[in-house]
């Protein structure tokens, strides 16, 4: 999804409270009545119409018809200006740059900060594709009176759930030393994190020593597991890989991404989790590198071994004492279980990011073509 930013600077007080009040108003109504609006951004009536004129316009909030009264919704746009409002304000972005990666659930785009220098914003969007053909997902209709008034289960409270866990996971490993983007902001559905200067190890064709770098990875994978965590989603796409001159020999220095799926070593499936990460690295550097490691672990049960021994800190305890909680773990897993939500391992050739940044607007709404992707599929979830 496009982020016009082009109004951004255009919106007076008024306008930006009239948006927040179509925000407030969204978490327990699916329309927004105008009288609603004005009550929430404390404006005149006269005010707030011209503010939503202005904001529909742009896009930011759309007019509902087919419901009882007249009202509106927030809408991804809508919810992209709050977000990065708050970022701009926060100093943790000044201008947005160009689109660097497309998934089907998240957005990524080069920012800069007020020095000129590069960062990454990745915008989350969890049921973008049900909420883009305008039909929502049978289930939805399900949720139970509490969910419902939380707004739990819809896009935008699963999207932000999903940054706020991914920028939770991001802080806790690079606090405790872990390669991974130095973590530099959250609002709602989209977190600001540094740029990693290099490309994901999908798209390198030879490494001058796959066996180092497979140990590397793969000790990478144990010592998250000694930390209380599993990536879950660990394959080449989500690993970047960075070079880093030493000496006279230039260093290739992996760098993890990718969080939402992250779960704790304690999770019933984690196990599964587990292998599953190792799997992806063998089959990658079998099929990429030809190379096959010796030893068959790691083990789960091994590395599990590890947890919380001489006194390592355990990650998924303190995550959830940060405040992403278990119940929130919870809501967002079943979630993407249901929307069929499974990371990068799913992906295959053709659904690599085009690097012109242009999307295919069609192409979103397709459902998974990759039945006959080699890579990490068809493994049944056990859970
Ligand atoms: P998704 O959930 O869509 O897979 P990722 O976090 O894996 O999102 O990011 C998608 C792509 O965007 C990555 O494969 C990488 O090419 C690029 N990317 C993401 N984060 C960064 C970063 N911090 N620095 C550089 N590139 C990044
Ligand atoms: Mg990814």
């Not at 982020?3 to 109504?29: C, F, I, M, Q």
């Not at 914003?121 to 053909?133: C, E, M, P």
């Not at 879950?232 to 969080?259: A, C, M, S, W, Y």
């Not at 304690?266 to 196990?271: C, G, K, R, V």
């Amino acid at each position: 999804m496009k982020l016009d930013t082009k109004s951004l600077r255009y919106l007076n007080p008024t306008d930006w409270r009239t948006l927040t009040a179509v925000e407030t108003g969204s978490r327990n109504h699916e329309v927004v009545p105008t009288s609603l609006i004005a009550n929430l951004s404390k404006s005149s009536l006269g005010d707030v119409q011209r503010s939503i004129s202005l904001l529909a316009k742009a896009n930011l909030i759309a007019k509902v018809k087919n419901a009882k009264y007249d009202g509106y919704r927030l809408t991804y746009g809508g919810l992209d200006y709050l977000a990065l409002h708050s970022l701009q304000k926060n100093s943790a972005v000044y201008g947005v740059g160009n689109q660097i990666g497309v998934g089907k659930e998240s957005d990524i785009f080069v920012v800069s900060d007020e020095k000129g220098e590069q960062r990454v914003l990745k915008i989350h969007r969890l049921g973008r594709v049900s909420f883009k053909k305008g039909v929502r997902n049978k289930r939805d209709y399900a949720r139970t009176k509490a969910q419902k008034e939380r707004g739990a289960g819809s896009w935008m409270y699963m999207s932000r759930l999903a940054a706020v866990k991914e920028f939770a996971f991001l802080q806790a490993l690079h606090d405790a030393g872990l390669s991974v983007p130095i973590p530099l902001g959250q609002n709602r559905h989209q977190l600001v994190m540094s740029l990693i200067d290099g490309f994901p190890l999908r798209q390198i064709e030879k490494v001058p020593d796959p066996a180092g770098l497979y140990a590397e990875l793969i000790e990478m994978l144990v010592r998250l597991c000694s930390l209380g965590l599993i990536h879950g989603d660990f394959n080449e796409f989500n690993i970047l890989i960075r070079e880093e001159e030493q000496g006279e020999d230039i260093k290739l220095v992996p760098v993890l991404i990718d969080f939402p799926q992250m779960v704790s070593v304690d999770h019933p499936n984690a196990e599964f989790y587990f292998d599953r990460d190792v799997e992806c690295v063998k089959r990658f550097f079998a099929r990429r590198f030809g190379f096959i490691s010796t030893d068959n672990g790691p083990l789960f049960k091994d590395a599990k071994q590890l947890v919380g021994k001489d006194g390592v800190r355990r990650l998924d305890v303190e995550v959830e004492a940060s405040g992403f909680s278990r119940k929130m773990a919870r809501e967002l897993e079943a979630y993407m279980k249901e929307h069929g939500v499974d990371g990068d391992a799913k992906r295959d050739e053709t659904n690599d990011i085009d690097p012109s940044g242009s999307e295919d607007e069609e192409h979103d709404d397709d459902e998974d073509d990759d039945s006959d992707n080699p890579a990490c599929n068809g493994v049944a979830d056990t859970g």
